[in-house]
């Protein structure tokens, strides 16, 4: 149970930022004006189309290995917006899935790009594609796209590991203009050596919010930077409770979740009060006491129930 | 209500004796109901279908949210009964962990089908119409549909009660032997191979990225070479063997602080380690406003903009 493992303090954390979001979200749409700053890296979506545009050739899209989660979702909000721009200009596009259920949602998404602009006879079908859920498969069937189509932009958004390295280096060779961006932060050293533009961490959740200026979206960006500005401060109280505590003795130590009394010692880290805050440890003892009743119809052959 | 979700005690109506056929006529009738409930919702006009997904998706969230939010049975042993309300909805929740992951393991069975149909349609075509590429396609059929059959006819060897062991080569059908030549012999050699172009991937980018072009680029080169070389056993043991000559090795002091590993530990405990939990925070944020944005079904710019 997370009380146990991480404490109430934890979930109060998680709350205390659910609460942030939502409350700028409803500040946003009261219509208040919140200002967002300059994202390079978004700058350059529509100089990457126009530039596929003037070359006739493909505007290329990856969202990455992920399954269908938040990650996955944001990439396919950016690709719209990047569709409906190739669309407006009739730029073909690529967009490339390596999990059934994001081509699926991708698929639906940017046809519904393409209807909402009046330009549903544009939308050609192969053009969001599924190629393989194996990882290098998928790395070989976006390279092969992106030398034999010769993509004039690229766009590497979602969740990428090894195979990142594989698809910039590809698009490098073609000389295609590569926007990217990754949550795994191993892969975004090889995106800024590589590529010509890079969201690195939380700007890629703030691309929706600064394309769109949409309130709902700008007041969840002014949330997630409140979160921040906590995070910050807790990071820096912890710092100063830390080290001053650290500077005094400790004659208890924790051991199976018991205190005991030991030799006094001077503190580690792991007993000062803020680390139990965030990290409180169990009791089996106390856990031991929880006493209930046995089901009757239980037989301890059918293997019923769970256990933590 | 406890039960039913455990699928145990009493017998859930989607429980039948395996390989019964009245199994195999519930799977038939499910698969259908299923397929239908997709059909419908595809041809429902948005009206109808926004407030369906919507509400689809809030409660599929709220199971989650709840189960993180709700404290957990703590000491749960095989057969107990919940000691009270918050118990009991532990109890419930955990019960319910596994179906909840089978629903959404249906959903990903059912995409899969329309990816796959994607690859047969896109490919198939080229072929049909002698695309310059066809023959690549035709490979890339031919591949599905092997792979398919071998897979799982090689799997029905192995799931056999009776057959013999196939742990032992001698053992090995012609049905074996050609699985293992496409899975382990093809497509795993193929995967290494594209894994270790990365090598050479990574020596081009580094050096385009490691050019001195600005303060930044210097800066980034100049720390790469420190913790590039005091990866260097030969390198450290010369140059900290200095440090150790000018001061002695008796102990810690000042001088230690120019030791090349020293640097290198420095580096990556107070630059780059900070940076890393910076981008975590942001990114963890981030995918907690999107999920929240989703769940509440507030994240509907894509294509009313």
């Known amino acids: 149970m997370q009380y146990g493992d991480t404490g109430w303090i934890g979930v109060t954390v998680t709350l205390l930022l659910v609460t942030f979001i939502l409350g700028n979200i409803f500040r946003a749409k009261k219509g208040k004006d919140l200002y967002i700053r300059r994202i390079a890296g978004l700058n350059a979506i529509d100089e990457a189309i126009g530039r596929a545009t003037e070359m006739g050739k493909p505007v290329l899209m990856v969202p990455g290995l992920g399954a269908l989660n938040a990650i996955s979702m944001q990439a396919l909000l950016i690709f719209a917006h990047v569709a409906r721009t190739a669309a407006k200009f009739g730029t073909p596009i690529r967009l490339c899935c390596a999990d059934a259920a994001v081509y699926t949602v ?114 969840s960006l002014i949330g997630q930077d409140w979160s921040k500005v906590a995070i910050m401060a807790t990071i820096l109280l912890g710092a100063l409770m830390n080290s001053i505590e650290m500077r005094g003795t400790t004659v208890f130590e924790r051991k199976d ?45 059918a293997g019923e129930g769970g256990g933590e | 209500m406890n039960g039913f979700f455990a699928q145990v005690i009493p017998p859930s109506p989607f429980n039948a004796p395996n390989g019964s056929a009245e199994l195999w006529t519930r ?96 490919h198939g075509m080229r072929v049909i119409k002698g695309h310059k590429d066809a023959f690549f396609s035709a490979v890339l059929l031919l591949g599905i549909l092997a792979m398919g059959v071998f897979g799982y006819w090689d799997w029905l060897d192995k799931m056999s009660p009776t057959g013999p062991s196939l742990a032992l080569e001698a053992n090995w059908a012609f049905q074996n032997r050609v699985r293992d030549f496409l899975f382990d012999g093809l497509l795993q050699e193929m995967d290494a191979g594209m894994f270790s172009l990365i090598a050479f991937y990574i020596l ?102």
């Not at chain 2, 962990?97 to 249906?106: A, D, R």
């Not at chain 2, 890393?276 to 942001?282: A, K, P, Q, S, T």
Request: net charge negative; glycine share 8%; hydrophobic share 50%.
């Open chain 2, 27 to 122: 799977l038939v009738i499910a698969l259908l109901l299923g397929v239908a409930a997709v059909v419908a919702l595809m041809k429902a006009p948005v009206s109808v279908r926004k407030p369906v997904v919507a509400v689809s998706t809030f409660c599929a969230g709220l199971y989650w949210v709840v189960f993180f939010l709700w404290p957990r049975p703590v000491n749960r042993l095989p057969g107990d009964m919940p000691s009270g309300l918050v118990d009991g909805v532990g109890f419930w929740l955990e019960d319910a962990n596994p179906i909840v992951g089978n629903l959404s393991n249906v959903l990903s069975a059912f995409l899969l089908g329309l990816g796959i149909y994607s690859l047969l349609r896109i």
């Open chain 1, 106 to 219: 991708a698929q639906e998404l940017i046809r519904d790009v393409y209807a909402s602009e009046g330009l549903a006879d544009r939308y050609d079908m192969d053009s969001v594609r599924f190629i393989s859920d194996r990882q290098f498969a998928f790395a070989g069937g976006v390279s092969g796209i992106i030398l034999r189509e010769q993509t004039a932009a690229a766009f590497f958004l979602g969740e990428f590991y090894a195979e990142s390295m594989i698809f910039a280096e590809t698009a490098n060779s073609v000389g295609a203009i590569q926007v990217a961006g990754s949550t795994e932060k191993t892969q975004t050293p090889f995106f800024i050596a590589a590529c010509d533009y890079v969201l690195i961490g939380d700007e890629f959740y703030a691309a929706s919010a600064y394309l769109n200026r949409e309130p709902v979206l700008v007041g």
């Open chain 1, 257 to 301: 979740g018991v205190l005991q009394p030991i030799a006094e010692r001077p503190m580690k880290i792991a007993d000062t009060t803020f680390t139990h805050l965030f990290k409180p440890q169990r009791n089996p003892e106390e856990d031991a006491k929880i006493e209930r009743e046995k089901d009757p119809k239980f037989d301890a052959g």
């Open chain 2, 204 to 305: 081009s980018a580094a050096y385009r990225a490691f050019r001195i072009r600005s303060i930044e680029a210097t800066l980034l080169l100049a720390t790469a070479f420190i913790v590039m070389l005091s990866f260097m056993g030969l390198v450290t043991g010369l140059l900290d063997g200095v440090i150790d000559g000018i001061k002695g090795t008796a102990d810690p002091g000042f001088l230690d602080n120019f030791k090349l590993t020293e640097i290198a530990k420095w580096l990556r405990a107070t630059v780059e380690t900070p940076s890393l939990r910076g981008i975590d925070f942001g990114i963890g944020i981030g995918a907690l406003a999107m999920g929240l944005r989703l769940w509440l079904s507030l994240e509907k710019t894509a294509v009313s903009s």
